[in-house]
């Protein structure tokens, strides 16, 4: 059984600060990773997504991959109270026919 | 563009009754998920289809839960009888391409409670 592990928080952080969410997945063979926002009562809305080893920035967001490990992790910069909102990181389960795993999430709180 | 489409927003029904939920997806996108997602917990597959054929069911309760997508268009997910246990909210979620890309668009979910 494919598995993707994740604190499920709540973490709490103040406005401006680094908020650090963490993710581990159990395939090896899995190739790419997928962070998820998800707002209270909202479906999930893909914001960044990483193929290879390293990290890889968008704005505020920076994604970090590392396949030895089996470990991803998304970190918001200058995080605001906008960004409260559960984080679910998800993982293909490889092949042309795969499908996405999700892990449990991490409700992540801002405050002002 | 218009986003997936889903109904009924909500729905609670008595268990051993029947539901069924509809879907339907971004236009041209050939690959449609059933997801259910229960409180607290990370979105579950129940199905995928890619066009009208199924590609994985392999976590759909067979003997309560059904799906179809007739045309390979609309789909149709259809839970007889209802089981307390079946409360969740049932996210449609579509794909422009089956293969390699976790990206996914998401309706906004029908919410489930079964009392």
């Known amino acids: 059984q494919k598995e993707v592990e994740q604190n499920s928080g709540p973490l709490s952080v103040p406005e401006g600060a680094i908020a650090s969410l963490n993710c581990t997945y159990s395939d090896r063979g899995s190739q790419s990773f997928f962070w998820y926002r998800q707002y209270s009562g909202k479906s999930p809305e893909l914001i960044m997504f990483i193929y290879s080893n390293g990290d890889k920035e968008d704005g505020r967001f920076t994604a970090q991959l590392n396949k030895a490990s089996q470990y991803v992790s998304l970190l918001i910069r200058d995080s605001q109270p906008s960004d409260s909102a559960t984080y679910l990181c998800a993982v293909w389960g490889g092949g042309s026919q795969g499908n996405l795993i999700f892990g449990k999430g991490t409700k992540l709180s801002v405050k002002p | 563009e218009a986003g997936v489409a889903q109904s009924p927003r909500y729905k609670i029904i008595e268990k051993r009754q029947s539901v069924a939920f509809w879907c339907n997806p971004i236009?041209?996108?050939?690959?449609l998920y059933w997801y259910q997602q229960i409180l607290g917990q990370g979105p579950k597959l129940l199905i995928q289809?890619?066009?009208?054929?199924?590609?994985?069911d392999s976590q759909l309760p067979k003997d309560r839960f059904s799906a179809e997508r007739l045309k390979g268009v609309d789909s149709t997910l259809k839970i007889q009888p209802a089981k307390l246990e079946d409360s969740a909210v049932y996210l449609c979620a579509s794909s422009p391409r089956g293969g390699n890309t976790g990206e996914l668009f998401f309706g906004e979910g029908s919410r489930l409670t079964v009392l």
């Open positions: 289809f890619q066009n009208n054929g199924v590609v994985d």
């Open positions: 236009s041209g996108h050939a690959t």
